[in-house]
């Protein structure tokens, strides 16, 4: 069975640092895609940034890129300058590709809790 | 407007209710699926659902049926409901599987959620 890790349940960031978010994940698949979603206290999730397990670069989305190290199995979300508007729960998910095509939905890790202090 | 929706928004029942939530989406995708979030915790899944005629359980089934009445709706029902099923309800939807193997993304799209409150 998969499953994320997030380590850290909450951090403080100054505004217009740049931040690092860890996520490490466990799959003994060797195809998946690793997506970032954010959740601001309005509750609804957005999707940020995804990386395919056979992608050779890392994935970026304007301000997100996630740092992909398949032999540490970790995809780490990095916000370069963050703003205000980033303060949220971010959640890491895998989603493992079974063959013949199905897809079982995404496992989530639990989150962490981004506050960015002005 | 919003590509999926969910409804109600917000809901709550007593103990031994039987609730229905409900999913539309008009972003034309195949697969939907149901999740709950907890506090303090990541989305589980519930049901998914490839077409009209597949549907599957995922982690925390139990409980909990559902019912794909077209492919853009997707119905969450708790027949008799309890209060550990006091949760946040997301629908999501996301398009054919073309993921890593086939070097594409299959990201999955969610609604606004439904907060559910069992007394």
């Known amino acids: 069975a998969q499953k994320i890790t997030q380590t850290q349940p909450g951090m403080f960031v100054q505004e217009k640092e740049a931040v690092t978010l860890d996520c490490t994940y466990d799959?003994?698949?060797?195809?998946?895609?690793l997506f970032w979603y954010k959740q601001p206290s309005s509750g609804e999730m957005i999707f940020l940034i995804y990386?395919?397990?056979?992608?050779?670069q890392n994935a970026t989305e304007g301000r997100y890129s996630l740092n992909f190290q398949k032999a540490r199995k970790s995809a780490n979300l990095v916000i370069s300058a963050s703003q205000l508007g980033d303060s949220a729960m971010y959640f890491c998910?895998?989603?493992?590709?079974?063959?013949?095509?199905?897809?079982?939905?995404?496992?989530f890790g639990k989150g962490t809790h981004l506050i960015i202090q002005p | 407007d919003a590509d999926v929706t969910q409804t109600p928004r917000n809901r709550i029942t007593k103990t031994g209710k039987r609730i229905m939530l409900e999913c539309s989406q008009t972003?034309?995708?195949?697969?939907m699926y149901w999740y709950r979030q907890d506090p303090g915790l990541g989305l589980r899944l519930i049901y998914y659902?490839?077409?009209?005629?597949?549907?599957n359980k995922g982690e925390i089934s139990d409980g909990y049926s559902v019912s794909r009445q077209a492919q853009a709706k997707f119905s969450l029902s708790l027949e008799s409901a309890i209060p550990n099923q006091t949760a946040l309800y997301f629908c999501?939807?996301?398009?054919?599987?073309?993921?890593?193997?086939?070097?594409?993304?299959?990201?999955?799209?969610f609604g606004p959620g439904t907060r559910l409150t069992v007394l």
């Open positions: 659902s490839f077409d009209v005629k597949d549907i």
């Open positions: 998910a895998m989603r493992v590709e079974v063959m013949g095509g199905g897809a079982d939905g995404l496992t």
């Open positions: 972003k034309g995708h195949d697969r």
């Open positions: 799959t003994s698949d060797p195809s998946y895609g």
């Open positions: 990386q395919g397990s056979y992608d050779q």
């Open positions: 999501a939807t996301s398009d054919l599987a073309l993921g890593a193997r086939s070097g594409g993304t299959d990201t999955q799209y």
